[in-house]
């Protein structure tokens, strides 16, 4: 025991679902208010978290509330006393937010809301694809994606810690797999609430709500003050790509794990890049290697901050191979390129004049089955695409 | 205009606004296209435009008038063009017609 100050005890992992160590996570961070509004696969998240107040492990307020877009209206005005206040939702829930999510990073609260990734109807489907949160990506929330439900759990602590920075003031949304996340146990360690509290103290926003100190929050701006309002986002947002890996850093030397702002998988001497966030990047992990034995150079770049996007790093990265494949789990339809995330790659190719082919590719819509095969013909076509160019994106695994 | 106000990093975030009461600063009589000029001959003070004026821009002034016929008034109806927006309603409301819109500028040939 640690007590006899000899052998450090041995944390041991818990069995947990990536939505379970969400739940965790937020005892852990003492969260102050919770407002959630219950959806698949979100659902068990704020499940746990009523467990956790009802056991009388948390002593947080759970508001209850009739849809999301009142969930997280009444986390803004939680936020907005100085509460750490943490929400959760998916898919119809985040888009019925949708004109919330652009007054709490406008009133500048610092909310984090975990997003268990699901597809938007019509037609309705309750599995796993990126649509809602690339529907959301323009509100000037920061956005992490996160491929383990460790992770998950790391992340959480992290975003609070950066929402709550004086200098960024942003709200995040940590997003994961539906289901082949949110629904998989796995091993996390969980930290001491203590340790957790002083890596990531709460910090209440200096301007909150307070009767002997009166302000005004979310007033009107006219012409000649709204843009500067705005603008001030886009320079916390800049900031906030700083602190982002700052914070990770800081994270590996107090718990031991870190993850960076990005993750660059057997990158060295690859001649051509695959492009994939959360499980899909982890199932990559495990082809890579079978496939530079066949002689397959492919590494991964694995998104892992989205937004801010780390520009200069990955335009370092991109610029030692030949070609990159970008697999986007979301449509933009009518777009140039309809992999959403296709297009970013592209723009940031052409604006920093990179020489190499990109190609898009669309995949696992409406949680689409992919599995190692499929991946192995991903990496065979990102090896292919270095002497080939695909001009459209490329729909993979779709009947026509 | 905008060039004399604060940029982005002077101003508080999120447009906070940290001082209670501060609407008093905001001149609102800047929207004004038509002003009202009310005409104190013709005004009977009966208080009709202080009543409906949405901005609460009519004051009343203890200030003495004594029209041409030589009936004497105490008070008189003045108006606070910082707060005016000239929505003309004073003047729809006048029973005597002492109000009257005119425009804010002149036009330019």
Redesign the interface.
Known sequence: MASLGIVKEVKRPKPLSTNSAIAYATKDLDVDVVSAYPITPQTTVVEKIADFIANGELDAEMIHVESEHSALSAAIGAAATGARTFTATASQGLALMHEILHIASGMRTPIVMSVAMRALSAPISIWNDHSDVMNARDSSWIIYFVSSAQEAYDTIIQAFKLAEDSEILLPVMVSYDGYVMSHTIEPVITEERDDVLKFAPKRPFSYRLDPDKPVTMGPIADPNWFYEIKYQQVIAMEKALVKAREIDEEFKKTFGRGYGIYECFMCDDAEALIVAKTSYATTLKTILPRMWEKGYKVGLLRLRLYRPFPVEDFKNILDKVNAILVIDRAISYGAPLQGPLAMEFSSLISREDLNLNLTSVVAGIGQRRMIDSDFENLVKLAWESRTKKFDKTIFYGVRT | ??SE?????E????????K?GNSLEYKTGDWRVLKPVIDQEKCVRCRLCWIYCPDAAIIEVEEEYTNKKGRKYKISYKVNYDYCKGCGICAEECPVNAIEMVPEYEKKR
């Open positions: 205009m905008s106000l604060p940029g982005a990093s101003l508080v975030i999120g447009g906070i606004i940290t209670p």
